[in-house]
């Protein structure tokens, strides 16, 4: 059976060196804080956003909330958006995507300081991520991604990694920061050929696909690590969620596996505040 490759470890370590650095900052008189911008007030943000202040509370950091109503204006959102990005007291921003269907989401999110822009939501901050600038952040769920590998060891150095989907806040963003450990990376999307067969020869597979269960044992083989990036509703457990991959058929073939829930998503939020931690650092350096 595949070694469960828990998050709350690593999630665990990473607040633990976040605590140092936040000491070391209020040393000289700063206290990174993380300015979150929520429009509306949807289940899953707020259950986010409760997350990622309990885990800023935790590591001695400062948080502060902007919200605003569903149904704002583009023009004061964008007000809103350049004003939270002029606080020299935030140092970094996470705001809710989408936006809601009336809004430019496009535009909004350009207004975000590149420099503040701790999950990836400018292109500014995307072109970093693929020039290999280490002053751009990439989303949190691949840094989380990294981090776990990372954590537990994992060789990547002229290994085969198949990342499964192509988006550009998972799929597209881990398979650059792959790159930069050196492996040797296949991105696959919904029209690529033999997709079981592609899978079977990595020795690292991230799936990212949004599809419960998906990844079963035809996607796998012996000796393979698994990173399951998916948050779905489980088909079978109503009220429940499950990941990209059917961990019952995978888990008797694979070395390593990460569970969902308790993997990946389980590390975002310390990601989210090693991130604002670092453009703090960055913003006073
Ligand atoms: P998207 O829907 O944006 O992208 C899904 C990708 O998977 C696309 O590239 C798509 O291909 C590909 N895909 C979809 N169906 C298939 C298929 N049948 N065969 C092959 N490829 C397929 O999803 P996200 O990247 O935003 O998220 C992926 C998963 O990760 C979701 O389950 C999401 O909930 C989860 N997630 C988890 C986070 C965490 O913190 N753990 C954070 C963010 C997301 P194509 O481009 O061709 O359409």
Redesign the pocket.
């Given at each position: 059976m595949a070694e469960l490759l828990k998050g709350k470890a690593v999630a665990s370590a990473m607040k633990d060196e976040l605590v140092e650095k936040v000491e070391a900052l209020k040393a000289k008189g700063i206290t990174p804080k993380l300015g979150i911008i929520r429009v509306g007030a949807k289940p899953d943000d707020l259950f986010y956003e409760g997350g990622a202040k309990k885990t800023c509370s935790s590591v001695g950091m400062d948080y502060e909330v902007f919200e605003y109503p569903q149904d704002i204006g583009q023009e004061d959102l964008e007000k809103a958006v350049v004003e939270v990005g002029g606080k020299k007291d935030v140092h970094g921003i996470l705001m809710f995507a989408p936006l809601p269907k009336h809004l430019d989401e496009k535009k909004i999110r350009s207004l975000i300081p590149v420099e503040k822009d701790v999950d990836c939501m400018t292109l500014g901050s995307a072109g970093k991520v693929f020039a290999d600038d280490q002053t751009g952040f990439p989303?949190?769920?691949p840094t989380?991604c990294m981090d776990m590998l990372k954590f537990y060891d994992i060789p990547l150095k002229g290994k085969k990694v198949v990342v499964?989907?192509?988006?550009?806040?998972?799929?597209k963003p881990v398979a650059m920061l792959l790159l930069r450990e050196h492996a040797t990376v296949t991105i696959?999307?919904?029209?690529?050929e033999n997709?079981p067969a592609v899978c079977r020869e990595a020795d690292v597979l991230v799936?990212?696909?949004?599809?419960a269960k998906?990844v079963n044992a035809d996607y796998v083989k012996e000796g393979q690590i698994v990173i399951d990036?998916?948050?779905?509703e489980d088909p079978d457990r109503p009220g429940k969620y499950c990941?990209?991959v059917d961990s019952e058929s995978v888990e008797p073939i694979v070395a390593k596996l990460t569970p969902?829930p308790g993997?990946?998503?389980s590390v975002?939020t310390a990601v989210l505040c090693k991130q604002t931690i670092m453009a703090c650092e960055l913003q006073n350096s």
């Amino acid at each position: 059976m595949a070694e469960l490759l828990k998050g709350k470890a690593v999630a665990s370590a990473m607040k633990d060196e976040l605590v140092e650095k936040v000491e070391a900052l209020k040393a000289k008189g700063i206290t990174p804080k993380l300015g979150i911008i929520r429009v509306g007030a949807k289940p899953d943000d707020l259950f986010y956003e409760g997350g990622a202040k309990k885990t800023c509370s935790s590591v001695g950091m400062d948080y502060e909330v902007f919200e605003y109503p569903q149904d704002i204006g583009q023009e004061d959102l964008e007000k809103a958006v350049v004003e939270v990005g002029g606080k020299k007291d935030v140092h970094g921003i996470l705001m809710f995507a989408p936006l809601p269907k009336h809004l430019d989401e496009k535009k909004i999110r350009s207004l975000i300081p590149v420099e503040k822009d701790v999950d990836c939501m400018t292109l500014g901050s995307a072109g970093k991520v693929f020039a290999d600038d280490q002053t751009g952040f990439p989303p949190c769920t691949p840094t989380a991604c990294m981090d776990m590998l990372k954590f537990y060891d994992i060789p990547l150095k002229g290994k085969k990694v198949v990342v499964l989907g192509r988006s550009l806040i998972v799929g597209k963003p881990v398979a650059m920061l792959l790159l930069r450990e050196h492996a040797t990376v296949t991105i696959c999307h919904s029209r690529t050929e033999n997709l079981p067969a592609v899978c079977r020869e990595a020795d690292v597979l991230v799936a990212a696909v949004g599809r419960a269960k998906m990844v079963n044992a035809d996607y796998v083989k012996e000796g393979q690590i698994v990173i399951d990036v998916g948050i779905n509703e489980d088909p079978d457990r109503p009220g429940k969620y499950c990941g990209d991959v059917d961990s019952e058929s995978v888990e008797p073939i694979v070395a390593k596996l990460t569970p969902v829930p308790g993997g990946v998503g389980s590390v975002t939020t310390a990601v989210l505040c090693k991130q604002t931690i670092m453009a703090c650092e960055l913003q006073n350096s």
